[in-house]
């Protein structure tokens, strides 16, 4: 099954947002300061050395969706190593089967995203951790794997956290049954997680691109909070209070547990009610980290009851049939784009997109149109500067129409750019009396379905008219390198996935 949907599954829009992040550092280009990013670095940087190797092609993600089967892989072997220090062997193997089936994990773990990276370096902290007593080595080493994930994602906080919540309760629901000090092993791991953290900091101060760092990463996400109104925000925090101490009181009962497995399961409930309680905008994705934990508990729960993990299979597996549209080939349309991105666009030639779907070319405009974006632009707390940036930066080229540009920038690109299939080139439908206007100024040419009649011409931006022979026939104004990279707008080029 994952080896049908690594080729059939339909590409997630985050994937070639975090490609256009990695392919930015092959192109000398640093995040926050020359283009928008609100993700930590760590993953874009480790993976942009394989996309340099890989290079410009079409079909460019599933090559960057293969190192994404290594994280898989250590993921669920975490789970097993997990499981089996928690209890025994057959829940280890058990937990791992089923996590690998868990829809949410299974279509995850295949796609191009920060997420895999940080939830495989969170499992091999979890591996260190639990491999016995917390030591000051043990503590350091697992607090640097911690920084890793850290930089690899701003949600390790919520994990560090949840770890220092279970810990607290442990200590003070059981004691220090075994004589361990924990003290000195968890300020080595706190001290193990800022090493990484800090020297990518450091880099961006060197850069000087700090301030769009803190910006993109910390003053945009926080910016969510203005999509949501008072009630969505303060109602989960509320019952947060309420929640946990039902889940304390639960942990209490509890108490005499082994201590790891206390541990691990108050940490469970503490991530997913912090989660719930403080996190505006939850995901599948954002469950990943303790979805190993859940596969454990559950196994140990159902025992030997072989049965139940059968019906579990085949249930998990339906749901991914459904998800996947029974296993149907979805990654056309992702691929058509960047066919006709190559075909249309050269290095060095801006682009203009929603979020980096179009991976290998500079946005004009710094800020991307996702959904936090578009509901602050519709508050006014940022501005649709789409036109000036396109013009400033003589940007001929733009991903096609859809619903998620800006209305502004929306209605610019639809008056001054012409749709040749997937992606759109600077140009208009010339009016029956020759009349037509040009917003960005450059080379173009005047075309008619039989090809080119009049061109190249060096326009300069604003009104211009032509005389006409035959006001009947239908002709458009182009930007001259489109027709000359066998582009047209009378033959649309998105029909071909």
Not at 119 to 125: D, F, N, S
């Amino acid at each position: 099954m994952r080896a049908v949907a690594f080729f059939r599954y339909r590409f997630d829009s985050d994937e070639p947002q975090h490609l256009h992040v990695a392919w930015g550092w092959t192109a000398g280009l640093l995040p926050y300061r020359d283009f928008f990013d609100n993700h930590a670095p760590l993953f874009h940087i480790a993976t942009a050395p394989i996309l340099g190797w890989v290079g410009e092609r079409d079909n460019v993600l599933l090559y960057m969706r293969a190192p994404m089967l290594v994280l898989f892989a250590v993921v669920v072997y975490a789970t097993y190593t997990l499981g089996k220090r928690l209890y025994d062997a057959e829940v280890g193997r058990w937990a791992a089967l089923m996590l690998s089936l868990l829809p949410p994990f299974f279509l995850k773990s295949l796609e191009y995203r920060t997420d895999n990276l940080w939830v495989g370096l969170w499992m091999i902290a979890v591996v260190v951790l639990t491999g016995g007593k917390l030591t000051i080595a043990r503590g350091f080493a697992a607090g640097a794997i911690l920084g890793f994930a850290m930089a690899t994602s701003m949600k390790t906080s919520l994990l560090l956290i949840t770890l220092g919540i279970a810990g607290i309760t442990t200590i003070v629901m059981r004691g220090r049954r075994d004589g361990a000090r924990p003290a000195a092993g968890t300020a080595a791991l706190l001290l193990g997680t800022a090493i990484v953290p800090a020297i990518v900091a450091l880099y961006f101060v060197e850069q000087g691109a700090w301030d769009r760092l803190v910006y993109c990463n910390f003053v945009f996400n926080e910016g969510i909070r203005a999509t949501r109104t008072t009630a969505a925000v303060w109602g989960p925090r509320i019952a947060y209070v309420p929640l946990m101490i039902i889940a304390l009181r639960i942990a209490w009962r509890k108490r005499d547990a082994r201590a790891d497995r206390f541990f691990w399961a108050v940490a469970t409930a503490v991530f997913f009610l912090t989660l719930g309680g403080f996190w505006i905008l939850i995901s599948p994705r954002d469950y990943l980290p303790f979805l190993p934990m859940i596969s454990i508990f559950a196994v140990a729960a159902v025992g030997k009851r072989t049965w139940i993990f059968a019906v579990l299979a085949l249930v998990f597996a339906a749901f991914i049939v459904k998800e996947t549209r029974g296993f149907r080939d979805q990654t056309h349309e992702e691929i058509t784009m960047i066919r006709q991105v190559l075909r249309l666009t050269r290095p060095g030639e801006y682009l203009m997109d929603i979020k980096g779907e179009t991976i290998f070319r500079q946005r004009p405009s710094y800020p991307i149109f996702e959904f936090i974006t578009r509901n602050q632009m519709i508050r006014g707390m940022i501005a649709d500067t789409v036109a000036e940036d396109v013009v400033a930066r003589r940007c001929y080229a733009a991903q096609a129409d859809g619903e998620f540009w800006p209305p502004r920038a929306r209605a610019f690109l639809s008056a001054n750019f012409l749709d040749l299939g997937r992606l759109r080139a600077a140009g208009q439908w010339i009016k029956a009396d020759g009349s037509f206007t040009i917003a960005v100024p450059g080379e173009y040419v005047i075309v008619s379905h039989d090809g080119v009649i009049r061109g190249p011409l060096q326009l300069a931006a604003g009104a211009h008219r032509i005389e006409r022979a035959n006001s009947a026939e239908r002709l458009a104004v182009i930007w001259a390198p489109a027709i000359a990279r066998g582009l047209s707008p009378f033959r649309l080029q998105d029909r071909d996935f």
